[in-house]
């Protein structure tokens, strides 16, 4: 079991900055990707970021070139630095984790809000 406890989320004025924070406890080593999804009001959740136990990531069109993913070696840590941020940015960012398919993580956060004033 993994636990995930996510922080960071706040309320900023658009094309400002947020970093998002993820701890996460218990055992690591199944773990094969950590990311990242949101859910605006009234929409479905969505991807916005993975990273994966060699380095690699993706990310939803909509944030490439804004945000960044990354994590700690163990594991132990997730991060997702969100700059040039927009109203349309905003809502609730979940924490993820899992072993197999990215698009079905085992494990989720109880999410951060963040909320992008114009």
């Known amino acids: 079991q993994v636990q995930l406890v996510e922080s960071g989320g706040d309320l900023v004025q658009a094309g400002g900055s947020l970093r998002l924070s993820c701890a996460a406890s218990?055992?690591?080593?199944?773990?094969?990707?950590m990311g990242w999804y949101r859910q605006a009001p009234g929409k479905q959740r969505e991807l916005v970021a993975t990273i994966f136990r060699d380095g690699s990531t993706i990310y939803a069109d909509s944030v490439k070139g804004r945000f960044t993913i990354s994590r700690d070696t163990n594991w132990k840590s997730l991060y997702l630095q969100m700059n040039s941020l927009r109203p349309e940015d905003t809502g609730v960012y979940y924490c993820?984790?899992?072993?197999?398919?990215?698009?079905?993580?085992?494990?989720w956060g109880q999410g951060t809000q963040v909320t992008v004033s114009s």
């Open positions: 218990g055992s690591s080593r199944s773990i094969n990707h």
């Open positions: 993820t984790a899992g072993a197999g398919d990215f698009r079905r993580p085992d494990y």
